[in-house]
């Protein structure tokens, strides 16, 4: 009896699931609603892919588009059965966004194992595109290694050759400083030092007093978000600029910007992918996306899962289906991209999206016009030196392909 | 230089000062909490919540009415106090007699409402709230540069804890309180307004969270979520101390904000889980807490 029920189950489940995997195209926004990265992806994110999806009148090779979201509370394992029932049961297709490397390496291998398509624009692990790389994965706004390539170069360039690190305490903080110890070894510089803080602490002053003791030049913040700008804010109270020591935030966000004001951010170096007032595309894009979103411009992550998105659903439309992820993905690495927020790019073997990337520096309160007015460009890295050259990551897709 | 287990003293000196000011904050709070307990066995899980409302009210002020940091000192824990007394005339006066549970329930459940309507309006990174231009700077202490207002923050809090273990240890209005929670029904014949007497003293414990919450606004975000990161280790304080113990409410703050502020030098990774490892021990050698009575 029970397995005869069972059986039905599965009869009735079954046409259900494969009528909602070939109708409509679901993307799933997966990312941080509440916490710490919440404003510089979250609901944002969300908005960002539904401009995409509007671009194409919601509809692409005759399927409606759908846009979902989800909150992983940075933590892999409600990332991860998140993922599971989006692919089994709702018939998601795509997974976007993803900030938080830890969370992000374990969707890579769920929608590897599920043949299914992911555009990460949140996450900063070089993993991503490396060790960890898939036929599935694409990484589209940034990574650890450019990161580091921006900010640390230009940093020991300037005559900061001795480092400490304070490090957010997981997959992303370890791969951030990993890559700015390499660039700042290569470049002649000295790392002295790090330290560990647990994710989303609140407070900095202690581990930025150690970092006082180490004498170091440069402070390196290898963390993000939330604590980026309380590591920043308790360093101004404790006159650690004052005593001669320079920050370098290596991975700071506009919203962080923004959050910190100006007056404790200012002259702080930074690499970013996008920034909304860089040339006309990206003003006309962040207005549409400003006047959806309560008057905030777009982060570099919510720009990216809106290109991401776009070149999705033309790879879908080029290839007039969305069921093989994988061809999805091969379609995407041949097409050339092109969208207002990134301009014309490519993305590589090992799934990496390469575009230029540019340094910047924090206004002083006296130069910024007004709210959101807050970089000013120091230099563009071209896109054929902003991202780890391929032959380096250790990607078993460009390996293999090799021998 | 002199080290002590391989850290030099000095590093160590400013690690315990910079202990002693995380711990004041969470001795203005557990002591809050603690009054609450005592006197009223509620176990106000919406302590944070209301924490962060302080320094939120202090924000907007300073946005929309130009109010600047002293007089916020004052307005917001009077409004975030009225607020206080609001939630229990109208909601926790009904569960008095029920067990603490529902109240704990209830609390918990306001300060989730509370958050949420917060960071609906506001987002989770929070926004800045300057230092008053009166304790900007710092003074080298030779060992450490100490910031002027982390100082201020030191004093006031033991100033404030202080007048409030005074108020209700040594005064008649503290003993009316006190007798109030031992038996209400005999004080309430003696002619006292018992229920006036525990609105108030909700109040009361409330504004001290709103005053805790704007006295950290400029060291911290301004940020919906600032209260719900620090209560649970406030919970922990409280549990140690010994539920509902004044004293030890404010003694145990103190001392876990030098413990943790020790942890950072010695073993970073863990400074987030050493207060609950040691209230972990704690409960099992003494389940009643270090300061609290066995009942």
Redesign the interface.
């Known amino acids: 009896m029970r397995i005869a029920s069972r059986l039905l189950a599965l009869v009735v489940a079954l046409p259900v699931v494969a009528l909602a995997q070939g109708k409509t195209i679901k993307i799933g926004v997966l990312n941080d609603q509440?916490?710490?990265y919440?404003?510089?992806g979250?609901q944002g994110s969300v908005t960002a892919a539904k401009m995409a999806a509007e671009e194409f009148g919601n509809k692409v090779a005759g399927m409606p588009i759908e846009i979902v979201f989800a909150d992983h509370q940075n933590k892999p394992d409600i990332g991860s059965s998140i993922a599971t029932k989006w692919y089994d049961v709702d018939g998601v297709d795509a997974i976007v966004d993803v900030p938080n490397s830890g969370v992000a390496l374990a969707i890579a291998k769920i929608t590897a194992d599920k043949n299914k398509v992911f555009i990460d624009s949140g996450a900063a692990t070089s993993d991503l595109t490396g060790k960890a790389c898939t036929p599935n994965t694409v990484h589209w706004t940034y990574d650890t290694w450019s990161l580091a390539n921006g900010t640390g170069k230009e940093v020991v360039k300037a005559g900061g050759d001795t480092w400490f690190f304070l490090v957010a305490?997981y997959a992303f903080g370890k791969a951030l400083e990993r890559d700015t110890s390499a660039v700042v070894t290569a470049n002649g510089g000295k790392v002295l030092g790090s330290?560990?803080?647990?994710l989303?602490?609140?407070?900095f002053?202690?581990?930025l007093?150690?970092a006082q003791?180490s004498k170091a030049k440069i402070i390196g913040l290898a963390n993000a978000?939330?604590d980026t700008?309380?590591s920043i804010?308790?360093a101004s109270?404790?006159?650690i600029v004052q005593?001669g020591q320079k920050l370098a935030g290596l991975l700071v966000f506009i919203?962080?910007v923004?959050?910190?004001?100006l007056?404790?951010a200012n002259g702080l170096q930074l690499t970013s992918a996008f920034y909304w007032d860089r040339d006309d595309k990206t003003r006309a894009w962040s207005k549409k996306f400003a006047a959806r979103f309560n008057g905030r411009e777009p982060s570099m992550v919510q720009a990216g899962v809106y290109a991401g998105v776009m070149h999705y659903l033309k790879a879908v439309q080029a290839l007039k289906s969305k069921d093989d992820g994988k061809a999805v993905v091969a379609k995407m690495k041949a097409l050339p991209t092109d969208d207002p927020a990134f301009g014309k790019g490519t993305i590589r073997a090992d799934g990496r999206k390469i575009h230029p990337m540019y340094l910047y520096e924090v206004k002083k309160p006296a130069e910024s016009k007004g709210p959101w007015d807050y970089y000013k460009q120091i230099k563009e890295i071209p896109a054929d030196q902003a991202f780890r050259p391929l032959d380096k990551g250790e990607c078993p897709l460009v390996t293999a392909a090799k021998k | 230089m002199t080290t002590v287990f391989g850290i030099p003293i000095q590093a160590l000196f400013s690690q315990l000062l910079v202990g002693l000011i995380n711990g004041s904050f969470y001795a203005l709070l557990s002591l809050g909490l603690a009054i609450i307990f005592g006197l009223l066995n509620v176990i106000n899980f919406c302590h944070g919540a209301l924490y962060m409302l302080g320094a939120l009210l202090a924000w907007l002020m300073l946005e929309h009415a130009g109010i600047g940091y002293w007089p916020a000192l004052i307005l917001s824990p009077l409004a975030v106090g009225l607020f206080g007394a609001l939630i229990e005339r109208t909601m926790l006066k009904r569960l008095r007699g029920l067990d603490p549970l529902y109240g704990l329930l209830l609390t918990f459940g306001l300060a989730l409402v509370i958050q949420g309507v917060a960071r609906n309006y506001f987002g989770v990174s929070g926004e800045p709230y300057d230092i008053p231009p009166q304790l900007t700077g710092g003074k080298n202490l030779g060992f450490m540069y100490l910031p002027n207002y982390r100082g201020w923050v030191i004093l006031v809090s033991v100033l404030l804890c202080t007048l409030t273990w005074f108020v209700t240890e040594r005064t008649r209005l503290g003993s009316y309180l006190r007798a109030a929670t031992e038996n209400p029904l005999l004080v309430q014949a003696f002619g006292i307004n018992v229920p006036r007497l525990i609105t108030i003293t909700y109040g009361l414990g409330v504004a001290l969270a709103a005053f805790a919450g704007v006295m950290a606004a400029p060291i911290y975000r301004v940020s919906p979520l600032m209260g719900a990161d620090l209560i649970i280790v406030v919970f922990a304080v409280v549990v140690i101390g010994g539920m509902g113990s004044i004293f030890g409410s404010i003694v145990t703050g103190f001392a876990l904000g030098v413990i943790e502020g020790l942890t950072k030098v010695f073993y970073p990774e863990a400074s987030s889980t050493v207060v609950f490892v040691i209230m972990a021990i704690v409960l099992l050698v003494k389940p009643a807490g270090l300061f609290g009575r066995t009942t």
Request: charged share 20%.
């Open positions: 509440s916490g710490l919440a404003d510089l979250g305490d330290v560990s803080h647990p989303n602490a609140s407070d002053s202690s581990f007093l150690q003791s978000g939330g700008i309380n804010k308790a109270e404790f006159g005593g919203t962080d923004h959050a910190l004001g007056k404790a």
